[in-house]
């Protein structure tokens, strides 16, 4: 029987936060468009940031580039919980980068 449930996450973005931890683990954020209509009917253009965690060789890629370079991302997403005395203080959604591309650099009228 094969099973049908996956966790499995691709992202197509630039970079808006970069984070190097140490040699084997860098933080991203991925700024994504999240275009929709609201009740009226009119489009509403929104970004939002996905933080993405990049480990070992990933990791050293990801040092590599800037803020503001076209990435894709293939991961899976994990919860990350603080906790204190037992209870949980925090919990934060964010996806772990198995692989990914980089596909361009901003032109310089994208900077501004």
Not at 4 to 21: A, C, D, P, T
């Amino acid at each position: 029987m094969t099973n049908s449930l996956f966790n499995e996450v691709r992202l197509f973005g630039r970079i808006s936060k970069q984070k190097v931890h140490n040699e084997t683990t860098t933080f991203i954020d991925v700024a994504v468009k999240e275009d929709y209509k609201d009740k009226d009917g009119n489009w509403v253009n929104k970004s939002v940031f996905v933080p993405v965690v990049c480990f070992q060789n990933e990791a050293k890629r990801a040092a590599k580039f800037q803020v503001g370079d076209e990435i894709m991302v293939r991961g899976h997403i994990t919860i990350r919980t603080e906790k204190e005395n037992d209870k949980i203080v925090n919990s934060s959604v964010q996806v772990v980068a198995d692989d990914f591309t980089f596909n361009s650099r901003p032109k310089k009228d994208e900077q501004k």
